[in-house]
Structures are given as structure tokens and as C-alpha cells.
């Protein structure tokens, strides 16, 4: 799998972890880490306070035994909330396996893949799958990858940058991550671009507020906690932190085909009484094709 130093844009030699260039690069616990000097330095004082204040927090997952059955093998933790974050990520599965329906050993490109735990699904079906997330934790990030049994590559790199990679995907998975950046729509628009003719993105937990009145605030007051509690800013580079109607829109003049999560039906149904709510979906598109356009001109929701 051919990829290209972010500091040049040569191809780097995957054997020997070095660009004709001289940069050179390294292979931690089978996570190679691709990073632009600059930014890996940025990255690495991020992830350090990070994982402190995960750790303090109890939110890495310390129990190897667990991970080969994720998402399931953690539904019935201690921590309510991580209940609730496990059961939405089998939710997104269940998604994710049904867009892919009969598509077999297909090329597939996980973004924003945390633990690796979708990536170890799909490779368990035949898939050939790269994960690529900020964090290389073992316990909170790619660094999991050996305790799964299932074989598939993992990149530390610059979500934002995906040109280092190859293009051609087969299907891409944006993992419960569009919220976190800069311009979710233009990263939409660019992603679809390393899709191969009749390829598929998929995205999973999107969650859309039609009155962000509450969900702004609430935001805002975690950032002033992370930095009045730990010195630390709450995200990685500039965001929202949420999507609105106005992103749904967008979205779907970008031909994504949204549709609400069948499991969350009733919660659904809530958000649209109580207009503070999140309306819970998620999206697809598939290069090449467009979806027959609903009264209004937009794509159906």
C-alpha cells in the first residue's frame, strides 16, 4: 500500500520507514505513525495530557479480554455511559454491515477508527482495512490493535490530510467523527474524492440539532471545564463540535443519503417535539450515483 511522506510527498519506502527524502518514520506496537514533524510534535503534547485526563477519568478500556467481542462485550460494563457509547457503536455496525450488504473483500478505509473495534469486525468478514485515527493509545487508541486477532493495518496520522494515503477505497467509514471538523462538509467533499468508481462512504452518528440553543452552551462550558480543571483545550483543532440543520442540508447538496437510525426510533420521535433534541442519523453515498431528488430538491432525509 503505497503512501506518501506528509512532510514531502515522496513515497515511502514501507520497508525500511523512510522517504528518498530522509524522513524518517516509525512502527509502534504495528501502528505506523505518519506525521508531519510539526504537527506530530503538536499531536504528541495533545495525546499525552489526553491520556492522563482519560485515565483519571476511567474512560480506557483496561480489560484485553474484552476488545475481540467490542462492541458487544461491553454492554454490560459498570459505567452507564459506556453502555450507552458501546450500544450506539453496535448500532452503527448493524449499519454498516447492512450498507455493505453482499460487497465482498472489499478495500475499506476506517477513519476516526479509536480502538480498531469496527476495523476488526470487518476484517473478520474478509475485508482488507485500514484504520486511521489521531491517537495510538493501547488502551484508548490504535495501539489496541494486538489484542484483537484479526489482521489489519493501522496509521496514526492528520485526519484532516487523507491525500497521503492511496485513493481507491472501495468504502470509507467516517466513524462518529464528522462533528469534530473544521468544515464537516468540505471534508465530506473531499473524502469522497479517494472512492473508487461505484465506492461507498458511509457515515455513522450523525447527530443534528434543529434548535442548538442547549447543545452550544453545553459545549462551550466543556471547554471552559477542560481548561479551568486541566489546562487543556478540548479539541485537537478548531471546531463546532456539533452539527445542525443548516450541516444537514448541506450534506445532502452534497448527495449523502440520510436516513434515522431504525434503532432510535423513539428517541427520534422525541426530537421532533423537543426541537433541542438531537435528531440521530446517519448517511451514504455512492460515487457515481445520485439519489433521485425529493419535493424541495434535496435528497430524501
Known amino acids: 500500500m503505497p503512501v506518501l511522506c506528509p512532510n514531502c510527498r515522496e513515497p515511502i519506502d514501507l520497508t525500511v520507514l523512510v522517504c528518498p527524502s530522509g524522513h524518517r518514520f516509525a512502527c509502534q506496537d504495528g501502528v505506523l505513525m505518519l506525521l508531519e514533524a510539526e504537527f506530530g510534535r503538536r499531536l504528541k503534547a495533545f495525546t499525552a495530557r489526553l491520556n492522563v485526563i482519560r485515565a483519571a477519568e476511567r474512560k480506557r478500556l483496561m480489560d484485553v479480554s474484552a476488545y475481540e467481542g467490542l462492541p458487544f ?69 490504535l495501539g489496541a490493535r494486538k489484542f484483537y486477532s484479526t489482521n489489519w493495518r493501522a496509521i496514526q496520522m492528520d485526519l484532516t490530510d487523507l491525500s497521503v494515503l492511496p485513493s481507491g477505497y472501495d468504502v470509507i467509514v467516517l466513524n462518529r467523527c464528522l462533528q469534530f471538523f473544521t468544515d464537516p462538509i468540505a471534508y465530506v467533499a473531499g473524502v469522497k474524492q479517494l472512492l473508487s468508481p461505484g465506492g461507498m462512504l458511509i457515515i455513522t452518528g450523525l447527530q443534528f440539532f434543529q434548535d442548538a440553543s442547549v447543545k452550544a452552551p453545553n459545549v462551550a462550558a466543556q471547554r471552559r471545564s477542560y481548561r479551568e480543571r486541566y489546562g ?70
Open 73 to 141: 462485550s461491553q454492554l454490560d460494563c459498570d459505567d452507564a455511559g459506556g453502555r450507552l457509547e458501546w450500544r450506539l457503536r453496535g448500532y452503527d455496525l448493524e449499519i454498516v454491515l447492512r450498507r455493505l450488504g453482499r460487497r465482498r473483500q472489499q478495500r475499506i478505509l476506517d477513519v476516526g477508527a479509536w480502538n480498531g473495534w469496527l476495523s476488526h469486525r470487518l476484517a473478520a468478514q474478509g475485508h482488507d482495512v485500514t484504520a486511521v485515527d489521531y491517537f495510538v493509545d493501547e488502551y484508548d487508541g
Open 232 to 301: 487543556f483545550e478540548l479539541f485537537l483543532k478548531p471546531t463546532k463540535g456539533y452539527l445542525d440543520f443548516d450541516d444537514k442540508q448541506r450534506l445532502q447538496a452534497q448527495r449523502v443519503t440520510l436516513k434515522p437510525y431504525p434503532q432510535l426510533w423513539l428517541t427520534n420521535i422525541k426530537s421532533i417535539f423537543n426541537r433541542t433534541l438531537p435528531r440521530h442519523m446517519y448517511g451514504y453515498v455512492v460515487a457515481g450515483w445520485a439519489p433521485t431528488p425529493s419535493i424541495g430538491g434535496r435528497g430524501a432525509a
